[in-house]
């Protein structure tokens, strides 16, 4: 695979890393900024909502950019917001740059989605595009619980500063492995204009990739956000424990991303159709088994590779859906995936608040991932879901 998408990859492994550190250091912000912990929880819900609407918007902003110029642009106004977060002592600037950190955190996945999968052969768009979203699944397993320390150990601030420096070494292997005449046609010279790009939407088969992929990512984020009472209070276990099982998840993101990636190029049909209710099952599974410990770190690993593995081959169809519209195309999977990580946990604390006990998010993922089938199943969706072979 090309040294150029392994560069992706690190950049987006840095910016999942501060997309998911944050809830571990809301407590810190909260009282050096003399703020409630309540109020320091929008800079989650300003990063979401960010990640939603900036995907379409940066991208049509920068689609007659070269493709390098676009993800150093994004990549370095990604730093610049982490330095202003980390010297500012207002709530509001914090938050503002939390707002445009995720607005350039959207622009850059989108290009990043939309430049792997040309960088690679038409057979290996699914491996590219498991490779890119290891970033994320790596953040989960090493950068979160990393961040975490580092702020407990030398301050909240300092981990925004970690951040803006590790932007560094992905800006200089974009700048080194990324050509500017790589995945970006030239808008005057025969790219599709943007109207018609976003017309794509129109489509029906679009639609309903990014719908299926909204609502696994939805129920992944709804289990993955309430983790940690369950750890504690449902299992037993000390706090300790919850970093572990979180990385846990995160090893098994990384092994579903990677596995998904080898199929999701040939045989897409069949990791829906297996793998689709094998993350139902392994939901409901976990929410009577939770109390457990044993079951639930096993279970919690399995879930992470499931849910990764069988949301990575939708973002991948909606890819392949989207083939229409080459420069707004990677904003759209990102838009689905956001979508998905912005409402899952919305729900799943309106579950929480219903008094269900601490396994009502997790339950509100296999309501989520039974939705997820039964769409799939009306539609034929994996019967007809799109491969190499297709597509040849």
Request: proline share 4%; aromatic share 6%.
């Amino acid at each position: 695979m090309p040294f150029a998408l392994y560069m992706l990859a690190l950049a987006v492994f840095v910016m999942g890393t501060s997309e998911f550190m944050l809830a571990g250091l809301l407590p810190a912000i909260a009282t050096d900024l003399d703020v409630t912990v309540g109020t320091a929880g929008l800079l989650t819900s300003a990063f979401a909502v960010g990640m939603v609407l900036g995907a379409p918007l940066m991208a049509a902003f920068a689609r007659r950019w070269p493709p390098r110029t676009a993800l150093l642009v994004c990549l370095l106004l990604f730093a610049a917001c982490h330095v202003i977060a980390a010297v500012t002592p207002v709530f509001p600037v914090l938050l503002t740059a939390r707002v445009l950190s995720a607005l350039a955190n959207a622009g850059f996945l989108a290009v990043a989605l939309a430049t792997a999968t040309t960088l690679v052969p038409e057979d290996r768009k699914g491996r590219a595009l498991a490779i890119l979203l290891s970033g994320t699944t790596i953040a989960t397993v090493a950068g979160v619980p990393a961040g975490a320390l580092l702020g407990t150990a030398a301050g909240w601030r300092t981990t925004f500063w970690a951040i803006s420096l590790l932007c560094v070494p992905a800006a200089i292997g974009i700048l080194r492995g990324v050509a500017d005449s790589q995945a970006r046609a030239d808008v005057s010279t025969g790219s599709p204009r943007l109207r018609a790009e976003l017309a794509q939407l129109r489509s029906h088969r679009l639609l309903l990739a990014m719908a299926l992929a909204a609502l696994v990512n939805g129920g992944t984020f709804a289990a993955f956000t309430f983790l940690a009472p369950v750890v504690t209070e449902t299992a037993g276990l000390g706090e300790a424990w919850v970093s572990l099982v979180l990385v846990m998840f995160g090893l098994g993101s990384f092994l579903g991303v990677t596995v998904a990636g080898r199929l999701s190029d040939n045989r897409p049909g069949l990791v829906l159709a297996v793998g689709g209710p094998l993350l139902l099952t392994g939901w409901i599974a976990l929410a009577l088994a939770a109390s457990d410990p044993v079951l639930l770190v096993v279970l919690v690993l399995v879930q992470g590779m499931l849910s990764f593995g069988v949301g990575s081959t939708l973002i991948a169809q909606v890819l392949y859906a989207a083939s229409g519209a080459p420069t707004m195309g990677g904003s759209y999977a990102t838009a689905a995936l956001n979508i998905g990580a912005a409402a899952g946990p919305v729900l799943g604390a309106l579950g929480l608040a219903t008094g269900a006990g601490n396994l009502a998010a997790v339950w509100v993922a296999a309501g989520l991932t039974a939705l997820t089938l039964m769409v799939m199943l009306l539609s034929k969706f994996h019967r007809r879901a799109v491969s190499v072979e297709t597509l040849g």
